[in-house]
């Protein structure tokens, strides 16, 4: 069993930065694939960004690629997501998610274990 908890998140104005931080326990994520998830009220949970097991790949929607990066920290069984360039539209309750898998997944179907998330709202 994995267990994910998200922390970073909290209150910055546009243009500003904030970086998330997903730190696992139970087991090593090492081997897996992890994901940065996002719900805004009303909205379905979408993809912001995903990365392979080993780093060497990494993915992010158009909506923040240039603004947004994803990395990992496999010793410290830690996700990152470094946010630049912030807008009110990236208001939302940010999720991660790992896939027991080595290759990136896009579909939230595809993720076995959640955190609980962490808010980030950007006021204009």
């Known amino acids: 069993q994995v267990t994910l908890v998200e922390s970073g998140g909290g209150l910055a104005q546009a243009g500003g930065s904030l970086r998330l931080s997903c730190v696992a326990s139970g087991r090593s994520v090492s081997n897996y694939a992890m994901g940065w998830f996002r719900q805004a009220p009303g909205k379905e949970r979408e993809l912001v960004a995903a990365?392979?097991?080993?780093?060497?790949?990494?993915y992010c929607a158009d909506s923040v690629k240039g603004r947004f990066t994803i990395s990992r920290d496999n010793a410290k069984n830690t996700v990152y997501l470094q946010m630049s360039s912030l807008e009110p539209e990236d208001t939302a309750v940010y999720y991660c998610?790992?896939?027991?898998?080595?290759?990136?997944?896009?579909?939230?179907?595809?993720?076995?274990?959640w955190g609980r998330g962490t808010q980030v709202t950007v006021s204009s």
């Open positions: 990365i392979s097991w080993s780093g060497g790949s990494t």
């Open positions: 998610a790992a896939a027991d898998s080595a290759s990136i997944n896009y579909s939230l179907h595809r993720y076995n274990y």
